[in-house]
Each structure stands twice: as C-alpha cells, then as structure tokens.
C-alpha cells in the first residue's frame, strides 16, 4: 500500500475545498504524500493510507459528492484510518456550540459507526452572498446569517498536524 493521504471535499462555494487544501498543505509539511481531490473526482481509495473527508454543510445536511463517497466505500474506509469534518457555521465563536453539537448529519450516523473515524470536527466556513443564487440570498438574509469568513486557520493547521502525528506515530 502507498502511504499516500487522501484529502477529499464536497464545497459549493469554495470555502471547504479552501479548507481541504490547507489540510493537504499542512500534511504535506508534516513530510506526508497527499492528494487533495473534490469528492465527485474520487473513484478509487484502495492505495490510500488514510483519508480525510471534509464537507460544507448547508442547513445541517452534507454535500451529495461526499455522502455518496461515505456509502459507496464504506468498506474499504472502515480498513483506514479516516478523519471528517464539517464546515458550515457562519458566525464568530465555537463552530460546535454553532451546529448545536450537530457536527454531522443524523442519517450518516449508522456509515460513520461502521467506519469508525479516527476523528470528527468542525469548522467555521465562509460565504460572500455576491456569489450565491437569489434563493440563497433570500434565505441568508431572512435568516438573518453573516457573510464573511468564519475560518480560524490556526485550528485547521493544529488538527491536520494531530493526524500527521497520528500517521505518523502509529501506536
């Protein structure tokens, strides 16, 4: 097995394949190989090491690209080592107390307690409402939601080094 990482993402705007790259920069810094891919590119898993799954969530549901990932090969995520996060809250603070604790959607929860991943987080995501649809738009606004860049790059970089550590200190 090539002890290749595989970053993958599913992001509407940006802002998670944003993330994504800094995970995979980070990793690579860390002296780990790694491919950033956006999920919907993602055909073969079997000669990764480990993987790293991202999604932007939108009223609390992950990206289509991303769960079709998770159901179609669970199996052999199940085999490696696996890390996810979310990205979504738009606004300043914890993105976990944001989410009400709801970091990932209720209906993957039977995939992820077969995969068993090493970790799950969120982030903070990012939204300039000149680049969404008039319905989102809308919605944004009537929901009263901020636009602007909630990332906190420092967390991003301290957890992707955590997994490098991890991959790299096997127990």
């Known amino acids: 097995m090539e002890s290749k ?7 509407k705007y940006g802002a998670t394949a944003g993330i994504a790259q800094k995970i995979g920069e980070t990793l690579q810094q860390e002296g780990l ?3 950033i ?4 590119k993602v055909t073969d898993i079997s000669s990764y090491k480990a993987v790293v799954l991202g999604s932007a969530a939108y ?6 690209e991303v769960v079709k990932l998770l159901q179609d090969k669970e199996n052999q995520l ?3 080592p696996v890390w996810l996060f979310t990205s979504g809250p738009l606004e300043e603070g914890d993105p976990v107390k944001l989410l009400e604790g709801k970091i990932i959607p209720k209906a993957l929860q039977p995939v992820l307690d077969r995969i068993k991943p090493r970790g799950i987080t969120v982030f903070g995501g990012a939204i300039d409402l000149n680049k969404v649809n008039f319905f989102e738009r809308f919605i944004f606004k009537r929901v009263k939601a901020s636009s602007g860049d909630f990332r906190n790059w420092d967390t991003i970089t301290t957890w992707a080094k955590s997994i490098a550590n991890t991959l790299k200190n096997p127990a």
């Open 33 to 35: 190989k790694v491919d």
């Open 78 to 80: 199940a085999e490696k």
């Open 37 to 40: 891919l956006s999920a919907k």
């Open 59 to 64: 009223m609390f549901q992950w990206r289509k």
């Open 5 to 11: 990482i595989l970053v993958a993402y599913g992001s």
